[in-house]
């Protein structure tokens, strides 16, 4: 059972949620690794996101719902990311009949439910599966998205980390989501690009590495 101060929820959700405090280099360290803690943290931190941003991004809720199942017997979560994920389809491009806002976006957003499906119901679900489909449908024709480029490395400033994170993303997706031929069309113009594209530093090349990992041939240059 999770350890809960007497001031603190159970669980934390969007109506609970405390304000997220300044992250601080003179905090005093723990002197032992605390998961209940570390869940918290990561809840109030995308939740925060979530309510005051209204956005899925790669560097806040997108490794969330990556991450966040390994604490899940520490500390339950309120399932409200998840929840914004999965609306991204079903409210914004299926139901609201629009295209994507950005062409990254399917990706960030598939990414996630990816990730999440195999680590926690080890299925893949109808939304996932419809995202990543949607997913293929933006990529462009040398095989890459056109990513956001804010200058937050290493997530943000190419398209080079789009294509090796749409790859993770089909290969780690339950039920040979990879086999399927909406992922083999794509897949093939994501290898075409990373053949011909570099990876311009080390995050980069860990991240194809990776990718090569669950998907064969990325490395192969």
């Known amino acids: ?3 809960v101060l007497a001031d603190e929820p159970a669980v934390l959700t969007l109506e609970n949620v405390p304000y997220s405090k300044r992250i601080v280099a003179d905090e005093p360290v723990r002197e032992t690794f605390s998961p209940e803690q570390a869940a918290r943290y990561l809840d109030t931190a995308s939740l925060n996101w979530q309510k005051r941003r209204k956005c899925a ?32 389809f079903l ?10 806002e950005k062409p990254y976006r399917p990706v960030v957003v598939g990414t996630a439910l990816a990730f999440n499906d195999a680590q926690t119901s080890g299925s893949l679900s109808e939304v996932t599966r419809k995202t990543l489909d949607l997913m ?30 749409a790859v993770l993303a089909a290969g780690i997706a339950p039920g040979d989501y990879a086999e399927t031929e909406a992922a083999k069309a794509g897949l093939e113009k994501a290898k ?5 594209h570099s990876g311009p530093s080390l995050h980069h090349r860990i991240m194809t590495a990776w990718a090569s990992l669950r998907i064969g041939g990325f490395m192969e240059r």
């Open 1 to 3: 059972m999770a350890f």
């Open 57 to 88: 991004t790669c560097h806040t809720n997108m490794p969330y719902l990556m991450a966040r199942p390994s604490l899940t017997a520490s500390l339950p979560d309120s399932g409200e990311v998840r929840g914004f994920f999965e609306d991204y």
């Open 91 to 100: 409210t914004r491009w299926e139901k609201g009949k629009k295209t994507p």
């Open 136 to 165: 293929w449908t933006t990529q462009g024709e040398e095989g890459a998205w056109k990513w956001a480029k804010c200058g937050w490395a290493p997530m943000e400033i190419d398209d080079h980390y789009g294509v090796t994170l």
């Open 192 to 196: 075409g690009y990373l053949k011909t």
